[in-house]
Nanobody
Framework: QVQWVEAGGGLVQAGGSLTLSCTAS????????LAWYRQPPGKQREFVAR???????NYADSVLDRFTIFRDNAKKVVFLQMSSLKPEDTAVYFC??????????????WGQGTQVTVSS
């Protein structure tokens, strides 16, 4: 069982910024593509961004040009830098290993996530 540790969430005003971090035990962070997901209140969990082992990133249309995913393989941490935040970004944010053929499908169990709340 993977022990994810997501951190960095909080309450921020619309237009503000936050940077989330995610670590896990073992080599899962440094050895795999990783993705951030989020679950807005009352909605299903959705894909946000993905980064491969070489640092190439992909984003959901809703966060393109506002969020940046990056990683530090030596420290085994993946980050999600969020700017120009909107109330609709309010969600619990999670990280996981995305399935290669379907990034919406995670390969391992979920962690507790970190809550991001954007006030208008």
């Amino acid at each position: 069982q993977v022990q994810w540790v997501e951190a960095g969430g909080g309450l921020v005003q619309a237009g503000g910024s936050l940077t989330l971090s995610c670590t896990a035990s073992g080599t899962i962070v440094s050895g795999n593509a990783l993705a951030w997901y989020r679950q807005p209140p009352g909605k299903q969990r959705e894909f946000v961004a993905r980064i491969d082992r070489e640092g190439r990133a992909n984003y959901a249309d809703s966060v393109l040009d506002r969020f940046t995913i990056f990683r530090d393989n030596a420290k085994k941490v993946v980050f999600l830098q969020m700017s120009s935040l909107k109330p609709e970004d309010t969600a619990v944010y999670f990280c996981n290993v995305p399935a290669p053929a379907n990034w919406n499908r995670p390969l391992v169990s979920w962690g507790q996530g970190t809550q991001v709340t954007v006030s208008s």
